[in-house]
């Protein structure tokens, strides 16, 4: 059943069409009033780029919404069209994990690409150099990826269900009603928590990838490197401030994958498991060891430059 993306409550339809798929009317929601997911209205290019901004509305929508069917009214009859909720909900989940497959086998080459990019930069800068030696070591890293992945989200599983097994047993001790639980928790699947990962990933790639093919000049156009000027620059104490966003002293990638990567993928799990960010946090770090474990297992086959390799295995 789908939910109200603002107060989480169960909704049995988002939406109620008349005889044309363009002739529609949003639902309200019963509890808090608001409609009850005006996503249903956005084109993907909004639902994109609200994903990158880690928008709470637009994780509920794509998770718990996406899919489910409206109410059908014909005027010409003037009834409703029933359907049959369990074949409905069959469908939904079907779709969730065609779903998980389609964007892992994305996310997994846009990764392979920029791992390969950051271990070849020669290469990567002029691809006429690609021989066959190339196409080896990337479909080496492709595999990497591919297994990194499936142990990454395997960790993450087994924690968040760990997570929810306590979530449940305290809610118990605390003789916390049924009713009370909240519709996240009430329509929570299986398939939610890797597609929720990979929505959170989003962020990450899109910047990582930015970065890859247009990666910033450590000097002008006429080749003088840039220098501070001006007024209020005349400070060592700026200018030192300054310099340790200098790409020699910090790696962005690193930063991007590791720190923007897990605050995304945390904020994705808390939507799904609808718990405390401690706990979300633990999952994201039960998901690193275990990637990390297979990274180091995979190094020596993998690459060459095993410290690269392994410095951008977390995600």
């Known amino acids: ?37 005006p996503y249903v209205e956005h084109d993907s290019l909004t639902l994109i780029l609200d994903l990158i901004l880690l928008k709470r509305g637009v994780y509920r929508h794509l998770l718990y919404n996406r899919g489910s069917e409206p109410r059908v009214v ?8 029933p359907t049959n909720p369990s074949n409905v909900e069959l469908a939904r989940e079907k779709a969730r994990w065609i779903r998980i497959l389609h964007l892992g086998s994305g996310m997994v080459l846009v990764d392979a690409f920029i791992r390969w990019a950051q271990l070849n930069p020669v290469i990567c800068a002029d691809i006429s150099q690609w021989s066959n030696d190339t196409s080896v070591v990337f479909l080496r890293i492709l595999v990497g990826c ?8 395997s960790g993450v599983m087994l924690a968040s269900i760990s997570v929810l097994h306590v979530s449940d047993w305290l809610n118990r001790a605390r003789h916390v009603r049924e009713e009370d639980v909240s519709g996240v928790r009430q329509q929570f699947r299986i ?8 929505y959170s990933s989003f962020t990450k790639y899109f910047l990582l990838f930015l970065l890859t093919i247009w990666r910033p000049s450590a000097s002008q156009i006429d080749g003088k490197p840039y220098r501070y000027d001006g007024p209020p620059y ?14 020699d002293k910090l790696d962005r990638e690193w930063v991007v994958r590791n720190v923007l990567g897990g605050v995304a993928a945390g904020f994705g799990l808390r939507v799904v498991l609808d718990c405390h960010p401690l706990f979300t946090t633990a ?21 060459a430059d095993q410290d690269v390799w392994l410095a951008y295995s977390i995600p």
């Open 1 to 37: 059943m789908p939910i109200c993306i603002t107060c989480t409550e169960p909704t049995p339809h988002l939406y109620t069409v008349y005889d044309s798929a363009y002739n529609l009317r949003l639902e309200q929601c019963k509890k808090c009033l608001s409609f009850a997911d």
């Open 74 to 81: 014909s005027e010409t009859k003037n009834a409703t069209i």
């Open 146 to 153: 591919f297994v990194e992945t499936v142990a990454f989200h």
């Open 191 to 198: 398939s939610l928590i890797p597609l929720s990962v990979l």
């Open 234 to 247: 005349e400070s060592s104490l700026v200018v030192r401030a300054l310099e340790i966003w200098d790409e």
């Open 283 to 303: 999952v994201i770090l039960v998901g690193w060891v275990v990637k990390t474990a297979v990274a180091e297992l995979l190094r020596d086959w993998v690459s």
